[in-house]
């Protein structure tokens, strides 16, 4: 991912303190998904249905 790669909470992540957070971020041809509490890691991506 670069540092342009803009990402989303997920509205499937919960309330509260935000203790269960999935970011997602739109590249255009793949849908990246992450661990907010280990940004770091690599994503895991799938095709985007388009």
């Known amino acids: 991912m670069t ?3 803009q990402w989303k909470k997920s509205s499937y992540s919960g309330g509260g303190e935000g ?4 970011e997602i971020a739109d590249l255009r041809t793949h849908i990246a998904v992450r661990d ?3 940004p770091a ?3 895991l ?5 388009r």
């Open 41 to 43: 890691r690599i994503p």
């Open 36 to 38: 907010s509490k280990a």
């Open 19 to 22: 203790n269960a957070c999935v």
């Open 3 to 5: 540092a342009v790669t």
């Open 45 to 49: 991506t799938f095709p985007a249905a």
